[in-house]
């Protein structure tokens, strides 16, 4: 009888946890899809300039998520439905799906960790070459020009550092966007295009990285009952 009710009592918290972690993948999902559709991620990841297109690295890693909050869905329904049914089967495949998925997800935050800093590198390189190709004399038969503006009025910048910005001001009045205030001009001056971009992709990846560290914690919660409850099932059924 104790081990009956330990059983029920582990069957309502696997259920509780499922449906906990069936809610995070449909968080996890949206927060991805918002990522991906966000403007100012696509207004600069969009961008091609002349035969280059911008680097699409982040992409990359906002489908890992998008397809880790579908799986997630799946495998917290899964696990729902296996522990009221208390069915090893289904507990045994739920279980399965959460190793893989698990896996998955620290692979995925190995390489994002690898390349945190690649991303914001590889968009500022590409900046820098529309920069230099704004400024040359014919920029105008090249769409340097027009990357360039969309950096700027995408983060509100100017120029790549607070140097170029200080010691060349004549491209100011063509490239970057008007000010309506004093304060706002003399605020743009320090308002870099790199530090944008670090923090525009920063912001972004800090968020993806607490939203895989919360999943992993209720994955190993999950994984631990799963197997409790596998286990208590199969000797239930032995007395």
Known sequence: MGVEGCTKCIKYLL?????IFWLAGGIILGVALWLRHDSQTTNILYLQLGDKQAPNTFYVGIYILIAVGAVMMFVGFLGCYGAIQESQCLLGTFFTCLVILFACEVAAGIWGFVNRDQIAKDVKQFYDQAFQQALMAESETNNGKAVVKTFHETLDCCGPDVAIGVT??????????KKDSFLKSVSQITSSCHQKIDE????????????AIVVAVIMIFEMILSMVLCCGIRNSSVY
């Open 200 to 211: 525009l992709f920063s912001g972004k990846l800090y968020l993806i990285g607490i939203a």
């Open 15 to 19: 259920f509780v946890f499922n449906f």
């Open 168 to 177: 060349t001001a004549l491209w100011k009045e063509d490239l970057c966007p």
